[in-house]
């Protein structure tokens, strides 16, 4: 399974990803980003890379993606839900998330909370014994993006 956060159209930051995947994908893709935090603090090392123009921030501890949070962009947008039922923007959700995150036929997941009249959506993935919280929201234009990922 590949949970995370598209970034262009050739580049994703999955979770697990290494800090050095990371800034290579983004030096390779041409992001511009910056480092805004990265210190060692009680023998845990924590990094911030922020991608300004995305609106995307993507937090590392001891140099492993942990925990990634966007804004809507071109990238994470995963469909418009413009004149759909309830019904059909789970289903849609469920369909849409197994195939940008490429669930394995084992990947159990299990949607928390859904707000039917702002469709925000909290779920759970659990893959292999990790369990993955992804936060989903609608725009004024209808549209659902991945709005955070992270490990539990």
């Not at 060692?40 to 942990?66: F, H, W």
Request: net charge neutral; aromatic share 8%.
């Amino acid at each position: 399974m590949r949970a995370g956060i598209r970034v262009s159209d050739t580049f994703r930051v999955v979770l697990g990803d290494t800090r050095e995947e990371v800034i290579e994908g983004l030096d390779n893709s041409g992001i511009k980003y910056m480092l805004s935090f990265d210190k060692v603090q009680n023998k845990s090392k924590e990094t911030i890379i922020q991608i300004p123009a995305l609106g995307t921030e993507v937090s590392l501890k001891n140099d492993i993606v942990v925990y990634m949070q966007s804004k809507c962009n071109d990238y994470n947008s995963l469909f418009d839900s413009y004149d759909m039922s309830s019904i059909d923007v789970i289903k849609k959700i469920k369909e849409t998330m197994a195939t940008e995150f490429e669930f394995r036929k084992k990947t159990e997941f299990k949607i928390e909370s859904i707000n039917l009249k702002t469709l925000d959506t909290n779920m759970i993935i659990n893959d292999n014994g990790s369990n993955i919280r992804v936060h989903i929201q609608r725009n004024n234009k209808h549209e659902l993006y991945i709005s955070t990922v992270k490990y539990e």
